[in-house]
Each structure stands twice: as structure tokens, then as C-alpha cells.
């Protein structure tokens, strides 16, 4: 990717983490808002299994190159809320938790292996494991919050640490940088393990 790319992603990168503590303030007036909003997008962030799948998505995103480098983190997400909306309607999907640990598991080997699959089938991976975290996200909706403001807030959440990944992911170019990318999706595998044998 060329310097101007990359200054480009790292301008968008800034003002969207800009604009987010922006989005919430300006709906302080509506409780709902507020707190769904915020309670939404701090959701992701508090659990080490969420991060690194995220994270992982755009790692391997920016690591196939385009049109992955963008789609795979457009795919997540609007999976993630289809997923969302099972788990506030009480849908069952079995084993949650097992499926958001594995999905750590799988991407971190993907990127760990340098593994350059079709675009279709990085597609259906990456969706399969979004139903998990959607699912998940759904169903700790919290009482009295709106899910259109909660959903919204994890989704962005989401979305920027899908740029973070991707962001990482901008290393590959060189040698150096691909090895730590590398080893970044090995880590991420362990700890997939990690959770799956505490779930277990």
C-alpha cells in the first residue's frame, strides 16, 4: 500500500475515534441514547475474547489485501447485529461462548500460517464466528436500554478495533512486519486456547 493509502487510513482512523466520544455527547439528553450507546460500545472492549477476534479480523483483512482489506471488516459487523438481533430475541445458538474462543483459535492460525484463502471462504469464516459475538452481545442487552443505540455502539466499537488490525496489518509490507504480524496471529491463537479450555 502506497504512503498517500496509508495516510489516508490513518487520517480516517483519527477522526472517526474522534468522533465517537462526539456521537455520545451530543445524546446526553436522551438517556437511552446515552447509555445504551455508551454501554454498547464499552461492551466489546472489556473482553480479551472480543478484542482479539476483532482485532484478528482486520489483521487478516489487510494481510489478503484488497478487496478483504475492507470487506471483511464491513461483513463482521453487519453479521455481528444480524447475530445481535437472535440474541435479543432469545434465539437460542449454541455454545457462545466455545464458538467466540474458537473464533480467536482459527483467525489467529489463519494469520500465524499466512494463510491466503479465497475471498469467499474468508467471508463465511469471518461471518460464521460473527453470529457468536453478535449472539452474545444480544443477549447481555441490558434492561431498559435501547437496542438500536446499544447495537450501534458495539458496532462501532467493533469497527475500530477491526481498523486496528488493520492497521497493524500495514507492517506486511515488509519483512519484519509480516513476522510480527505472524506472530501476533499465533498469539492470538494461544490465547483462543486459553479461553476455550476455560470454558470448557
Do not use: K, Q
Amino acid at each position: 500500500m502506497s504512503t498517500t493509502s496509508r495516510n489516508v487510513f490513518c487520517l480516517l482512523v483519527f477522526l472517526v475515534a474522534g468522533a465517537v466520544p462526539e456521537i455520545a455527547a451530543a445524546h446526553v439528553e436522551d438517556p437511552g441514547f446515552a447509555g445504551g450507546f455508551l454501554t454498547g460500545f464499552s461492551h466489546p472492549l472489556f473482553g480479551w475474547d472480543h478484542v482479539l477476534a476483532m482485532v484478528a479480523v482486520g489483521l487478516w483483512g489487510a494481510f489478503l489485501g484488497y478487496p478483504a482489506i475492507w470487506l471483511l471488516p464491513v461483513v463482521f459487523p453487519l453479521i455481528m447485529a444480524f447475530g445481535a438481533v437472535l440474541g435479543i430475541l432469545g434465539v437460542p445458538v449454541p455454545s457462545v461462548e466455545a464458538g467466540i474462543a474458537l473464533s480467536s483459535v482459527v483467525l489467529g492460525l489463519v494469520i500465524a500460517a499466512a494463510l491466503r484463502a479465497p475471498l469467499w471462504i474468508a467471508i463465511v469464516v469471518v461471518g460464521g464466528f460473527a453470529v457468536f459475538h453478535g449472539h452474545a452481545h444480544g443477549t447481555e442487552l441490558p434492561n431498559a436500554t435501547s437496542p438500536i443505540s446499544y447495537s450501534t455502539g458495539f458496532v462501532v466499537a467493533t469497527g475500530l478495533l477491526h481498523l486496528c488490525g488493520i492497521g497493524f496489518g500495514f507492517l506486511a509490507g515488509w519483512p519484519a512486519g509480516a513476522l510480527a504480524i505472524r506472530t501476533a496471529g499465533a498469539a492470538i491463537a494461544v490465547a483462543g486456547v486459553a479461553f476455550l479450555i476455560g470454558f470448557a
